[in-house]
């Protein structure tokens, strides 16, 4: 099973930027479509942004032209450049497989990163 850690979480203001990094134990990005996911207190998790093997992209319609999702095979990693931050961008950010969990590769989420969008 692959392990997934997130970082790059942190404290902006409102209309500024962060980069959150996903890192895998193991090549799988240019196997498997990934997806960066975010949990609010209160709410369900929900898929923020995917991208596949290939390069075909796909957003949540709250995060479209501010979020961008790429990744870097050769390092292993997946990123969400979030920019134009809201308060209400404010949840746990958590990498996974596209839909998440797949059987046999991923088991369970990470720790996730936190993102706090406050003046």
């Known amino acids: 099973q692959v392990q997934l850690v997130e970082s790059g979480g942190g404290l902006v203001q409102p209309g500024g930027s962060l980069r959150l990094s996903c890192a895998a134990s193991?090549?799988?990005?240019?196997?498997?479509?990934m997806g960066w996911y975010r949990q609010a207190p209160g709410k369900q998790r929900e898929l923020v942004a995917a991208?596949?093997?290939?390069?075909?992209?796909n957003y949540a319609d709250s995060v479209k032209g501010r979020f961008t999702i790429s990744r870097d095979n050769a390092k292993n990693t997946v990123y969400l450049q979030m920019n134009s931050l809201k308060p209400e961008d404010t949840a746990v950010y958590y990498c996974?497989?596209?839909?998440?969990?797949?059987?046999?590769?991923?088991?369970?989420w990470g720790q996730g990163t936190q993102v706090t969008v406050s003046s």
């Open positions: 996974n497989t596209y839909p998440p969990l797949k059987l046999g590769v991923v088991d369970s």
């Open positions: 193991r090549s799988i990005f240019s196997i498997y479509a």
């Open positions: 991208i596949t093997s290939g390069t075909s992209t």
